[in-house]
């Protein structure tokens, strides 16, 4: 695989101020790919964008978008759709996760709200700037075998837990692949989901309270970095091995076996 495989490709990562989603803007930035960057925040997003360029031949554009609110995520469509004549790569990489039950703007568990259905609407919007080669990867999760998904209390108003709440969510994501892929296929998007294993990111540490520091700081010896949970996703957008593969789960850049 060239050194440059992505060159006079256009990306787009979500999550892309930290932590994995920052290493695989930089990494299909560095294969040639002009990458778009989705963040929340403003903030860490220019942070992020600056740290990024300081190799100067990498190709990137920050756009702001609340994956939580549809507003937000319909008017990031479009512009990108305004602004760009293809996507060749969406890697919905961004994810939540909290110990208390919060809620998007338009009232559903935020876990489910943004790692399921945010990532659901922002690709339908972005679907028709897809074609022939153009690939969908879904970060996803090894939580998603202990998942179910609850139909008759989508907001687990009777039962929430952190590890409900995100299996959910993350269960969503592997049915959304195997679905999508299929509905795709005759035009030539693939859609491949992966598990990056566990990874030391800032994920499930408060902000605010700083609360999950120290446990993340504590187990960080036993975790993956960034770059190395990113690898299977920036395998599944760039390696040609895998461009006609589709409607699969990865792990450590293998087909792997989901939950029945």
Do not use: W
């Not at 939580?68 to 790569?89: C, M, P, T």
């Not at 009232?107 to 990532?119: A, K, V």
Request: hydrophobic share 40%; proline share 1%.
């Amino acid at each position: 695989m060239g050194e440059k495989c992505l060159e006079g490709k256009t990306a787009i990562v979500t999550g892309a101020n930290s932590g994995m989603g920052m290493a695989t803007t930089a990494a299909l930035a560095d294969k040639g790919a002009k990458v778009i960057m989705l963040c929340r925040s403003e903030e860490r997003g220019k942070e992020a964008l600056t740290k990024l360029m300081e190799n100067k031949d990498r190709r990137l554009e920050l756009i702001l978008c609340d994956l939580g609110d549809y507003d937000s995520i319909r008017s990031f469509a479009k512009q990108v759709r305004a602004e760009y004549e293809r996507i060749d790569i969406l890697v919905n990489n961004a994810g939540f996760i909290s110990l208390d039950r919060q809620f998007t703007k338009e009232g559903l568990e935020r876990q489910f709200g943004i790692n399921h259905i945010g990532h659901f609407l922002l690709t339908m919007l972005l679907l028709k700037k897809m074609g022939e080669g153009s690939r969908i990867v879904n970060v996803a999760s090894g939580a998603h075998k202990t998942g179910k998904i609850h139909f008759d209390d989508i907001n687990l108003s009777k039962n929430f837990n952190v590890i409900t709440a995100y299996s959910q969510s993350k269960l969503a994501n592997v049915l959304f692949t195997r679905e999508l892929a299929r509905r795709v296929k005759e035009r030539g998007i693939t859609v491949n989901c992966c598990h990056p294993g566990a990874v030391a990111t800032n994920i499930g540490i408060d902000r605010e309270t700083g609360f999950g520091k120290t446990i993340t700081g504590m187990l960080k010896p036993f975790f993956q970095t960034p770059e190395e949970g990113a690898r299977t996703a920036i395998f599944l957008a760039s390696d040609n091995s895998v461009k006609d593969i589709t409607g699969e789960y990865f792990y450590k850049c293998q087909i792997a076996r989901s939950s029945k």
